[in-house]
């Protein structure tokens, strides 16, 4: 898990009024969710997908939201979590999603696919496994109380468990080239 420094706001983001409208969206959603009608803190997750192209915007747009709702984000690196061993994946999961609800983060999962991809029809005992480490997956980003968003370029690679979880969609279209900026 890598905190990512923040350093964009809303006027960095090339998108359409809409898009960036759905993104407030999103931030006025999770405060909103966190609210009980007596007036006390209780947060409830909300799960967000956003899809397009690498380099643009979908991880300017998760700093941009981490501003916005005052917490942390942390990118997740995949190579520290995924294992070939079986049960590992699981152990690395739980440890990153306890050490999140500590602190209050928003997870960043990039390259969503690679985790959250489908089940497979069940062959062996490591078909299995694999499709057991879905099941887990999917059942601690469902009861994580915060604000998880998952970035690919593929969503249709995505199993459908997690994408009926999902709360919010925002497409990332590759902008004209001379609208383009290097944030780097």
Do not use: C
């Amino acid at each position: 898990m890598k905190k990512i420094k923040l350093r964009y706001s809303w006027g960095d983001l090339n998108l359409s009024r809409w898009k960036i409208e759905r993104l407030k969206e999103i931030s006025s959603s999770f405060n909103r969710l966190g609210k009980t009608p007596m007036g006390r803190t209780k947060r409830r997750g909300v799960i967000t997908l956003f899809v397009g192209d690498n380099h643009i915007g979908k991880i300017m747009a998760a700093e941009i939201l981490a501003s916005e709702l005052d917490l942390s984000l942390h990118k997740i690196d995949l190579s520290q979590v995924v294992s070939k061993y079986i049960g590992e994946t699981e152990k690395n999961l739980k440890k990153l999603f306890d050490a999140a609800e500590e602190g209050g983060a928003i997870l960043l999962f990039d390259e969503a696919d690679a985790l959250f991809g489908k089940r497979s029809e069940v062959k062996d005992s490591h078909d299995r496994y694999a499709n057991i480490e879905v099941s887990y997956i999917l059942q601690r980003i469902e009861a994580y109380p915060g604000l998880v968003i998952l970035a690919t370029n593929t969503k249709n690679s995505l199993d459908s468990a997690f994408l009926r979880r999902i709360r919010f969609t925002v497409s990332f279209p590759l902008p004209e080239e001379t609208k383009r900026k290097s944030v780097r």
